[in-house]
């Protein structure tokens, strides 16, 4: 991840501190500076464990998608 501050770090902290998460990840798409992506943690092997829990995520986007597809 990279050492300094993106353009949407401060959402990020804001997200963060307004829920008291341990970590935030924050995608953001056509915003006010473009496309973006940060993520902020205490635990050091969240970033490790980053691509699986998007991979996992993603999985379950599809299927809640394919559920409104068919109902």
Known sequence: ???VP???D?????AR???????VILIVVAG????GFEVQTAEPDLEKQ?????RITA????IE???GLSS
Do not use: F
């Open 1 to 3: 991840m990279p050492l």
């Open 6 to 8: 993106g353009k949407y």
């Open 10 to 14: 401060d959402a990020c902290t804001n």
């Open 17 to 23: 501190r307004e829920t008291e998460a341990v970590g």
């Open 32 to 35: 006010k500076h473009g496309h």
């Open 50 to 54: 980053l691509p699986t829990l998007l």
């Open 59 to 62: 999985d379950l986007i599809e």
């Open 65 to 67: 998608n394919k559920k």
